[in-house]
């Protein structure tokens, strides 16, 4: 026998008070005369020893029944049949995974509800007075306090599904950190219900419990499931265009063990169906879905990937937002400007662009706040205050395209490029003897992925014939190069801003570039990426998310809308930029949840934005641990058990058996009740 609480035993010293009482008899006695008392000395007699029996019988009593008592609050209890049973001082931490995938059912009830289920049983078999910590993937603030099996059990009823999953490393870590607040000397117990999904578990083999504490984990039993989900969605074209042909592609995957095939994948804008695929996806593997669409309108646009796939279905819509025909503004200075007046046919005739041209000699510098992209064509010398509003436009994030004159100035150039960490700069000589061809790009680059389309990734490309009146040492990304490795257009990364370098002016004595089929897509490439680049969704996997707002009050209070559910996230504006962060599950009101789908983000009443936001891939890859794989995972950690019996209607016995053992604490009480009951009945029924 073995005692939770064992330091009430020093309360077996209180045995001694009735020893004491009855040692001592404190009452007065009373003289009473008799004529005869020889008759009287027999029946003192006889009363003495009876008294005297039964003041030892009450002693007795009194003695065991505080002596139970004390017992009863030591909490004794047999060992557990695994030998690790409940220790004094120790702690019972409870995981509860509501990530997405606890969504799926066996036999009409879903795998949270079954764990939940469990979780309420077994709080019964806590031994009295058990101090009990629970945690969910939500990492609520409510984690933080130490509660008894009624509060831990009042907490299971406001569990909802979360939309960030963690691996178990992290969980493990929660809980260590969260108990050793209340109890630093080890000891602690820590029970997991959970699906134990393969993709969101995590490395298992990096979890390493204390020594003096267990860890119980018991899987819901989950099957690996056959599931279709979109991967990945994006755009073949640098920006969406309205009334133009515009291409998207989805790439799709499916994580079962079976093909699944002639799969319609449809591509609804606005509710409305406007094209579909037909796709077959081999076996853990992926395809892709190519649509072509046309917008009639500007302005945000709600997009959705949608396609029946049972029996998981929480995946089956990927949603998405695209800007159809955004304003990119894009500012020409100009000190030599090219006779083919390459840049202004470029972007002045696209309704794209919002195209101003002006002298680099006669400009307003306030304009370049406002501009997306700054071409600087052949200017002779950067200085003055044209130059210090460059640095700042870039410092701020804006994009610099520079196009050297024919004869720039090398130190005012190496001077203003410096610091965008582009060195180097030297003037060159070009004849028509120097011109030679450029090396074709990478076509599978970040920069030209979306310029070449499948058919055209293989084929040779006609390059121009070009010469260069710089040369310089590349800092970035070399974009465009001679066949000698030497730079002609490279992109350099300053903060948030970027300068692209090309090594000659436009004009046909220096190459025939700016004539090559080349040309036109680069430029649009430049100015689609000088505006800031928003993912067309966001992902549960992050709770905390970036926007581009513009220029906003720093007051300014963003919501985030949905229907009739709104709501006023974490947030911080810094700039043009805004981070928030979603609320957890546990933050919201009842009958309140953050799903996927479209939220306009709303500042003045007034819809600024529109976000989309769908649940992590990872959630989708329907593969789990067996009880098996988990045993082989922890066989070498003596103190990690993998219970496999959470469906047995004995479960919560055998649990108790294994690692509870027998609590005695109520057959201490009854037998302290009991003795006092005799105690009664001694001096009642025992007169005399």
């Known amino acids: 026998m073995q005692f939770l609480f064992p330091t009430f035993l020093w309360g077996l010293l209180a045995v001694a008070i009735p020893v004491l009482i009855h040692l001592f008899n404190f009452r007065r006695t009373k003289r009473v005369f008799f004529t005869n008392v020889q008759f009287l000395k027999a029946v003192k007699t006889t009363t003495s020893s009876f008294r005297r029996l039964k003041h030892l019988l009450i002693m007795a009593a009194r003695m065991l029944a505080v002596a139970c008592l004390v017992l009863a609050f030591a909490q004794p209890f047999l060992p557990s049949k695994s030998g690790n049973g409940t220790k004094a001082g120790g702690l019972a931490g409870i995981y509860l995974d509501n990530s997405l995938s606890m969504q799926n059912e066996i036999d009409k009830k879903s795998y949270l509800d079954r764990a939940i289920g469990k979780i309420e049983e077994l709080l019964t078999a806590f031994p009295q007075g058990s101090r009990l910590q629970m945690v969910t993937n939500d990492f609520s603030a409510e984690e933080h306090s130490v509660g008894n099996t009624q509060q831990i059990k009042d907490r299971t009823t406001t569990i909802k599904f979360g939309h960030t999953p963690r691996p178990l490393e992290s969980i493990l870590k929660r809980q260590t950190s969260l108990m050793a607040k209340h109890n630093s000397q080890g000891g602690n117990q820590y029970l997991w219900f959970s699906d134990f999904q393969k993709s969101t578990a995590g490395d298992l083999t990096k979890l390493k419990v204390d020594s003096t504490s267990r860890l119980f984990i018991v899987p819901v039993q989950a099957k690996a499931l056959q599931n279709v989900f979109v991967d990945s969605v994006w755009l073949n074209t640098p920006f969406i265009r309205e009334m133009q042909v515009n291409s998207l592609t989805v790439k799709v995957f499916n994580s079962g063990e079976k093909s699944v095939d002639n799969l319609q994948v449809k591509l609804f804008v606005d509710d409305t169906q406007i094209s579909s695929s037909i796709v077959n996806v081999n076996a853990k593997a992926s395809a892709m879905a190519n649509f072509t669409f046309t917008l009639k309108n500007k302005g945000f646009k709600k997009c959705r990937i949608s396609f029946d796939d049972t029996p998981i279905t929480f995946d089956n819509d990927y949603y998405f937002v695209l800007n159809a025909a955004p304003t990119i503004k894009v500012m020409h200075l100009y000190g030599q400007g090219s006779a083919g007046r390459f840049v202004q046919n470029v972007f002045a005739n696209d309704s794209v662009f919002n195209f101003k041209s002006y002298s680099a000699s006669n400009v307003d510098i306030g304009q370049f706040k406002g501009s997306d992209l700054i071409v600087l064509e052949g200017v002779q010398t950067i200085d003055g205050v044209v130059r210090s509003s460059l640095q700042d436009f870039i410092r701020a994030g804006g994009s610099l395209f520079v196009i050297p004159s024919q004869n720039p100035d090398i130190q005012s150039y190496n001077s203003f490029l410096s610091l965008f960490n582009i060195r180097g700069i030297q003037s060159k000589t070009v004849t028509s003897a120097d011109l030679t061809p450029l090396a074709e790009p990478a076509k599978t680059s970040a920069f030209f992925a979306d310029i070449f389309d499948n058919s055209t990734k293989q084929d040779m490309m006609q390059m121009p014939n070009q010469g260069a ?220």
């Open 469 to 688: 009146v710089i040369s310089w040492s590349a800092v970035g990304d070399k974009l465009l190069n001679f066949r000698n490795g030497q730079p002609y257009l490279t992109a350099s990364a300053s903060t948030t801003g970027k300068v692209y370098l090309m090594g000659s002016p436009l004009d046909a004595q220096f190459g025939d570039f700016a004539r090559n089929a080349l040309f036109v897509p680069v430029m649009y490439k430049v100015a689609a990426m000088s505006v800031h680049q928003e993912p067309t969704a966001y992902s549960f996997r992050e709770n905390t998310f970036t926007i581009e707002v513009g220029d906003m009050p720093k007051n300014s209070s963003f919501k985030l809308k949905k229907d009739k559910f709104e709501f006023i996230p974490v947030q911080n504006l810094n700039g043009k930029i805004l981070t928030i962060e979603l609320p957890k599950a546990n933050q919201l009101n009842e009958n309140q949840e953050v799903e996927s789908g479209y939220y306009d983000l709303v500042v003045n009443n007034k819809t600024l934005k529109i976000v989309a936001f769908n649940h992590d891939n990872k959630e989708s890859m329907m593969d789990f641990y067996n009880v098996d794989e988990l045993k082989n995972l922890f066989a070498g950690q003596k103190n990690i058990q993998i219970f496999d019996k959470i469906d047995d209607d004995n479960f919560v016995k055998t649990f108790k058996d294994q690692n509870f053992g027998v609590a005695l604490w109520k057959y201490f009480l009854i037998a302290a009740l009991a003795f006092l009951a005799i105690e009664i009945l001694l001096v009642r029924l025992l007169k005399g």
